[in-house]
């Protein structure tokens, strides 16, 4: 019997390292899905986010902001940008956490299509910061627009 014919048999039943290689093969892609799955729960939450701090804005809109435009005869502009800067404060603030570095807050004024109101246009953008720039995907920009009505 030659070393060739004993050796290669002996590898073939040989499983020693077997899971070493079967990992190096499929734990990257599993890494990969992994960190997929919990990048799209953090874009939900911020999307979430986005969404509860516009109806937030919105709120301070028709009830204070509203009022303490009456009391110091604030323009429409400077309502809007003192909704602009609630919207930050509101959104960088617990429970939402978002970076203010990342979010731009835009408020305004639209043409009416009610009678004796005041329509604003409430326009949030924040940029999802990414966990999987190994694979070459970046901060992913997300925007949430919500009509306020203010009488």
Do not use: C, H, W
């Not at 990992?23 to 990969?32: D, V």
């Amino acid at each position: 019997m030659s070393y060739k014919s004993t050796f290669l048999p002996a590898i073939r039943r040989d499983s020693k390292g077997s899971v070493a290689v079967e990992f190096a093969l499929i734990g990257p892609a599993m890494l990969a899905m992994l960190l997929g799955v919990l990048q799209f729960g953090i874009g939900m939450q911020n999307y979430n986010a986005l969404r509860s701090v516009a109806g937030e804005v919105a709120r301070y809109a028709v009830t204070d902001a509203q009022d303490a435009a009456a009391r110091s005869n604030m323009t429409l502009r400077d309502t809007n940008t003192q909704l602009e800067q609630y919207a930050r404060e509101v959104a960088t603030d617990s429970p939402y956490g978002l970076q203010g570095s990342r979010l731009t807050a835009t408020v305004t004024s639209v043409p009416t299509r009610v009678d004796g109101a005041s329509e604003r246009t409430i326009q949030l953008q924040y940029s999802i910061p990414s966990m999987l720039g190994i694979i070459g995907i970046d901060a992913i920009p997300i925007t949430y627009t919500q009509t306020v009505f203010i009488a």
